[in-house]
């Protein structure tokens, strides 16, 4: 583990173009439940019911409710992994985060330039009168109840990917060139699996990319990075920065 995170830090130090892949997993270590897996957010609600763009139009209200556990009840703050991309950004190195999370952690964090492959949960706008609401104003609504615009519509929805709608195609577009312009590549917390995660670390390495991952478990992917780390990204990132710190001190810049 410490050979590994030396040699991340190693790859991390002579960047001039790394970019960050974030998945739930990030998200997890601040509190926010994961969708998939045997105790993922799917085993308790319907995905087709609370997050398809079908059951929206039936019922926004259901999303909503759905919204309110994840949103509010939660009360999420960035972790020290969010921090450390963050950090790793001010240096200099990280020149990009490409994320599927919606939370907005990683702007909270510090992190300026960040592709939200699924969007995000900062605006809203209303499908019937066109007003646009930012989170704060809909986070207020969701605590004291109801969700619904001023012109008394309920269809409120979030500039998220709802299932059964497409990935925003700029975004994703500029995701891509990120990650054929990087020179090393880290993954943290994403086991790879949903399109186009498991994609952008294939762009990156046919472009000339180091890889790096970071994750609780093994992927299917594993064998494409040269690093390979297995555990808490809260932990091992703020470990990778300082010992990046520690390098560049070394070399005087
Ligand atoms: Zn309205």
Known sequence: MEDSIRRAAELLARAKHAVVFTGAGVSAESGIPTFRGSDGLWSRYDSEEVA???GFKRNPKAFWDFARELMVKVKAEP????????ELERMGIVKAVITQNIDMLHQRAGSSRVYELHGSMEL????DCGRVYRWDDIEGMLVE??????CGS??????VVL????????TLSAAIEESKRSDVFVVVGSSLVVYPAAHLPVYAKSSGARLII?????????????VVIHGMAGKILPKVVEEVRRLRGLNGD
Do not use: M, W
Not at 154 to 159: C, D, N, S
């Open 154 to 159: 309920l269809y409120l929805k979030p500039r």
């Open 163 to 170: 299932f059964g709608e497409q990935l925003p195609a700029a």
């Open 52 to 54: 398809s763009i079908y």
């Open 124 to 127: 809203v706008d209303c499908l």
């Open 145 to 150: 109840g109801e969700v619904r615009c001023e």
């Open 214 to 226: 970071i994750n609780a478990e093994e992927t299917h992917a594993d064998h494409l990075f040269d």
């Open 79 to 86: 972790n020290p992994a969010h921090h450390a991309i963050a």
